[in-house]
């Protein structure tokens, strides 16, 4: 039974157990849909069981060894795959200016960090992609890279993965969790590296913060999981990263990201005045001669109400997942067709 029917199955025993709201007593009432599927590890509904059926199934969906369903975001992933691959003292590469996560799961595994730089790409004022020559992992463990970046610049993961002979490949895959569902965005590194990080909530159209953990190597990542998880784990949530897969994979769900895809390639056609950037189109990473990216943020939020994701000096990016619509998208064409 997967972790979805569990929930919508109708449990006729009388529980003396945790939650103890019982799913009948809603103390905030506008999620008393939430309240009557949070469940525990009660003998009448085994949800452990449907949860694993469910990885299960997940990890043969995305053609990993192992995928598991994260409730704590991407952090709490970086973090189990450094435990996984690492003992203290080992060394690990990451990049100087990378999520805190990164540094933090180095330092709770008590290994060494040892920091990479990115070169700039002058032209849009933002970190470029990592250069596997430049890569020196004699003495290291695991190497976490990022990739996409919040800009939308993909590294080439099938080339780093080839010079990583005794260095676990750890990619950081936060901003990409659409990538495995559309040949019309970057290659996911879901299959290529050991372990693999995607945060649904970001692009995909899940809950904050519900991610993936994605494992091709021989690491114990359920050994690790447990150390930093809660015993008590939100089912409700559980369930709908179950779904937000199942929707992903689907042929409706393939059909709403083309849709997005060719939305958003219909957009950069359309706006002559304006200049794209990055690796992955979902994130539209634009500029405007004449103007710096402060200006150009500043003035899509105070004339046209629309808020970007991330802006510096030169550009400006503005985030797209699977819920940005066309409409959405129209009006951001409409205002960026005036600037």
């Excluded at 099938?158 to 010079?163: L, R, S």
Aim: net charge positive.
């Amino acid at each position: 039974m997967s972790l979805i029917n569990l929930l919508k199955k109708q449990n006729r025993k009388t529980l003396f157990t945790t939650p103890s709201h019982g799913q009948k007593f809603f103390v905030f009432n506008k999620f008393r849909q939430f309240y009557k599927y949070d469940i525990s590890e009660t003998d009448a509904h085994d949800p452990q069981t449907a949860l694993y059926k469910a990885q299960e199934r997940a990890a043969k969906i995305y053609g990993t060894k192992h995928t598991y369903f994260l409730t704590n975001g991407s952090t709490s992933g970086i973090i189990t795959a450094v435990l996984s691959c690492t003992q203290k003292c080992d060394k690990v590469l990451l990049w100087r200016n990378a999520h805190p996560s990164h540094l933090n799961a180095v330092k709770l595994a008590g290994c060494e960090p040892v920091f990479y730089d990115l070169p700039i790409n002058k032209d849009w004022g933002i970190h470029d992609k990592i250069v596997p020559d430049n890569i020196d992992l004699k003495g290291i463990k695991a190497i976490i890279i990022t990739s996409p970046s919040y800009e939308g610049v993909v590294s080439d993961i099938k080339a780093i993965k080839k010079v990583c002979e005794k260095a676990y490949l750890i990619v950081d895959e936060a901003h990409g969790a659409l990538y495995p569902f559309s040949e019309k965005l970057p290659e996911s590194a879901v299959k290529i590296a050991d372990f693999t990080i995607q945060s649904l909530h970001k692009t995909a159209g899940g809950l904050n913060p519900t991610a993936l953990l994605h494992v091709n190597c021989e690491c114990d990542a359920e050994k690790a999981l447990s150390m930093i998880n809660t015993t008590s784990p939100s089912y409700p949530l559980l369930a709908t990263i179950e779904a937000n897969i199942n929707y992903l994979n689907s042929k409706k769900g393939r059909k709403k990201l083309d849709n997005l895809l060719n939305n958003i390639e219909d957009l950069r056609k359309s706006s002559q005045n304006i200049e794209f950037g990055g690796d992955d189109i979902t994130k539209i990473l634009i500029k405007r001669k004449g103007m710096t990216g402060y200006e150009l943020s500043d003035k899509l939020f105070d004339e046209f109400d629309i808020e970007d994701e991330k802006t510096n000096e030169i550009s400006t990016m503005l985030l797209c997942g699977i819920g940005t619509d066309e409409k959405k998208l129209k009006r951001l064409k409409q205002a960026l067709s005036r600037i």
